[in-house]
């Protein structure tokens, strides 16, 4: 079984920063891309950055100069950093990724389970 695995989620003030993590776990041959979605209520689901295999970042208007996507393709890790939050960001925020897996070499896209971001005093 393959999953993918976040934390870093919680209330944060106006202004403040918090650090997403997503750990890809299980039978992986390789990743591709991996990014960030999130979701806010009443609210369809939206892109906020993906990052290539070759650490090509690319960011949704909305967050760019906030926020920043890294990964660590040896440990199957994405994160992001979001710094500025404003109470607009609040969010589940899902982590997603596209994997090969190891045997079959079967390709899948994968979800995170999501993880609550709030910004608010």
């Known amino acids: 079984q393959v999953q993918l695995v976040e934390s870093g989620g919680g209330l944060v003030q106006p202004g403040g920063s918090l650090r997403l993590s997503c750990a890809a776990s299980g039978s992986i041959f390789s990743i591709s891309d991996m990014g960030w979605y999130r979701q806010a209520p009443g609210k369809e689901r939206e892109l906020v950055a993906t990052?290539?295999?070759?650490?090509?970042?690319n960011y949704a208007d909305s967050v760019k100069g906030r926020f920043t996507i890294s990964r660590d393709n040896g440990k199957k890790t994405v994160y992001l950093q979001m710094n500025s939050l404003k109470p607009e960001d609040t969010a589940v925020y899902y982590c997603?990724?596209?994997?090969?897996?190891?045997?079959?070499?079967?390709?899948?896209?994968?979800w995170g389970q999501g993880t609550l971001v709030t910004v608010s005093s």
């Open positions: 990052i290539t295999s070759g650490y090509t970042p």
């Open positions: 997603n990724a596209f994997v090969t897996r190891t045997m079959t070499y079967r390709y899948l896209e994968l």
